[in-house]
Structure formats: C-alpha cells, structure tokens
C-alpha cells in the first residue's frame, strides 16, 4: 500500500473542502498542531492547502523539505511568497475564473445598493419613517461613467454588466487593452476623475498597496461612489473614511477592509457606506467549485499529472 501523502491546510478551511483533502491525503491542520507536532509532520508535508486569505510567508515554506505544491481555494493568492516558493521548486496554484460571475455580480450590486441607498431604504420603512414622509432623492446609476480598476476576467465582466445599465465603460490596468471596446486611462486618478463609479476590481499585494489614496479619492469627486472588491489593502482606509465623512465623495460599497473581520467604528456609522463581509464569491455553487478546483490541483499533482490552474508567475 502506498504511502498517503501528506497535506498541511494552514488554516480550518472550508467544509466544502476539508472533507475531500481528508479522504485523500494525509491531512494535518496547523492551527491544531503543537509546535512539536509541526516539527515532527514538517519532513513529510508534501503539500500546502490554504484559502484565499491564508498567510504562507517564506519562513513557513522553508520548514518543509519535501514540500511540492501550495494549492490556494480563491483567486487572490497575495499571502503567499510566490517567490520563495519559485525559489524552492514549489508550485502555487488557485482558482480563477470560476468565481468570476459571483463577484461581478456583487460589485453591480453594491454599486446599486450606494447609488439607489438601498439598504438606508430597507432601514427606512423598517422603522416606520415613512410614515412621515419621503426618503431623500438618490443617484440614478443607468447611463452613469464607470471606471474599473483592473481589468481582468473579472473586470470585464463587470465591464458586461454595466452596459446592460447603458454606462459609460473605462478602465486602467497594467497595460491597455486593445481589443476591448473601452477607454483606457493611464492612471488612477485620471481614471477617478473620468468616473462617478470608481470599481476597484485589481489584485491585492504590495505593488497595489493603499493604490486608493486621498488624490485618487478627491479625483473621484463629491458625486463619486467606491466600490471595493478586491483586496482590502488596496484602499488607503483611513483616507476613505476622511473622504466619506468630509463629503470628498458621494459613497461607497464595501466588501474588503484593511483588517477583516474587523472593521473600524468610523466606517460603521457612515449611512452612506454599504458594508459586506467579504462575500464576493460567497454562493454555494461557486465555493463548490472552488473546492473542487483546491483539491483537483492537489490531486492532480500527486497524481504525476499537470496542475489544472497555477498562478501567473508558476506559468512559466
């Protein structure tokens, strides 16, 4: 009987993929590990399984030898050093593409839910103040100029989404993009300053850190809206907080903060902010996949055969 392989998830990851990784391989869970315990394992872990948000710094990886492949559940893999990893022969996969309309979705919505106030609505008639009289007038989003930072997979199909809604498309990214049919803007803040829905849709890490600033944020204009799904990181947050309570623009929606869960009591009492708890791939089907997909690179590999989705910088 051959030898299991050995498997480390670095965090109690989700139970659509646990019991998968469980029935495979031999799984080790290190938030139940003592260090004894890792010390003992670390020779044998052959792989790293972690979610999107999973820290795998390069001091972690350098305490397993044997360590093949580091198989991530999401499309943002910003918490792991790829290049150590690349340094010590380890692939690095995740799984893009199959969340793609999940967080598309979201972003249209929160861009609706802070243009139309809908939440602020929902509030209203729950408390029974229309009773005595109307809700103030909102912001009409059909035929609106929408700037999406990035434009990826999931960019354009954000991009799709809103012209269904008759908006005006641009976008920046790394580097144009000419077969698409959208304005490309240079910078960022040109980019604000060309929008009244600014969506930032780009990846995480330190080279889009705080890429949302104050001069982007006053680009964007007191009629403007920020829609973040992306990283957390990638908005200056306390420079959005100052920008919201000083009228510097008109809203935001929000599903990613700087220090998730936690989310600071300033963001909390601004009405006109929408606040969701990360939730952009957050549907049954998706996260379904997106298990299938963890595990499948995992399987793949061990079985000899070619990883289904590595990330960019393992492509070549």
Request: with cysteine; proline share 7%; charged share 20%.
């Amino acid at each position: 009987m051959a030898e299991p392989v050995h498997v480390l998830a670095v965090a109690r990851l989700s139970p659509l993929l646990m019991p998968q990784l469980e029935a495979a391989f031999k799984l080790h869970v290190l938030p139940d590990l003592t260090p004894e315990a890792l010390a003992q394992v670390a020779p044998l872990v052959r792989g790293i399984a972690g979610s999107g948000e999973s820290k795998v710094p390069g001091a972690l990886l350098a305490q397993f030898p044997a360590l093949e492949l580091v198989s991530i559940m999401g499309v943002g893999y910003d918490g792991v050093d790829v290049a150590a990893a690349k340094a010590k022969q380890v692939m690095v996969t995740h799984t893009p593409n199959v969340l793609n309309d999940d967080v598309a979705d979201l972003a249209l919505g929160l861009m609706l839910s802070a243009a139309r106030q809908l939440p602020a609505a929902d509030r209203f008639v729950r408390a029974g103040l229309w009773l005595q009289g109307n809700m103030p007038l909102a912001r009409k989003m059909s035929g609106a100029r929408v700037g999406i930072v990035g434009m990826g997979r999931i960019g354009q199909a954000i991009a799709q989404r809103a012209l269904a809604f008759n908006m005006q498309v641009s976008y920046t990214a790394r580097s144009e993009k000419p077969d698409l049919p959208f304005a490309f803007l240079s910078t960022v803040e040109a980019l604000a300053e060309a929008s009244d829905f600014l969506v930032v849709i780009t990846p995480g890490g330190a080279g889009t850190r705080k890429l949302i600033d104050a001069r982007v944020l006053k680009a964007l204009g007191p009629k403007g809206f920020l829609v973040n799904v992306a990283r957390g990181s990638v908005v200056d947050e306390q420079a959005l907080i100052e920008a919201l309570e000083n009228g510097t623009i008109a809203g935001a929606g929000l599903d990613v903060f700087e220090d998730e869960p936690r989310v600071p009591e300033r963001l909390l009492a601004l009405h006109k902010v929408v606040l969701t708890p990360h939730i952009g791939s957050a549907t049954a089907a998706t996260r379904q996949a997106m298990a299938d997909l963890a595990f499948n690179n995992l399987a793949s590999h061990f079985a000899g055969r070619p990883v289904l989705t590595p990330v960019p910088e393992c492509q070549t």
